[in-house]
């Protein structure tokens, strides 16, 4: 079973930046994708960015050149560093993992795998 946790959320002015932490149980031996997703209360769950388990990365044009996501093996974490803030950003941040066939299509549904997430507030 994976277990995942976020942290590192918290209320900023737009402009600054925060980085977002996913800690995670095996998810490296089951999973061979993370994502960080995002959901506004009354809207649907949207990806934000992505990796899988050779590295290769996939971001959210409305992020794009402002987030970045990465991760460290050696503490089954992976990282949502976000700049430039902007209030558009508001979202609870949801962490998530599994082995969709494709994973590049970043669809909620495909993701078994979720913490409990984060809420991220921009002024």
């Not at 402009?15 to 977002?20: D, E």
């Not at 991760?71 to 560093?81: C, E, F, G, P, S």
């Amino acid at each position: 079973h994976v277990q995942l946790v976020e942290s590192g959320g918290g209320s900023v002015q737009a402009g600054r930046s925060l980085r977002l932490s996913c800690s995670a149980s095996r998810f490296y031996y089951t999973s061979n994708c993370v994502g960080w997703f995002r959901q506004i209360p009354g809207e649907s769950r949207e990806a934000v960015a992505a990796m899988d388990s050779d590295g290769i990365r996939l971001v959210a044009k409305s992020v794009k050149g402002r987030f970045t996501i990465s991760r460290d093996n050696a503490k089954n974490t992976v990282y949502l560093q976000m700049d430039s803030l902007k209030s558009e950003d508001t979202a609870m941040y949801y962490c998530a993992a599994d082995s969709p066939p494709n994973w590049w299509h970043l669809l909620p549904s495909d993701f078994g795998y979720w913490g409990q997430g984060t809420q991220v507030t921009v002024s």
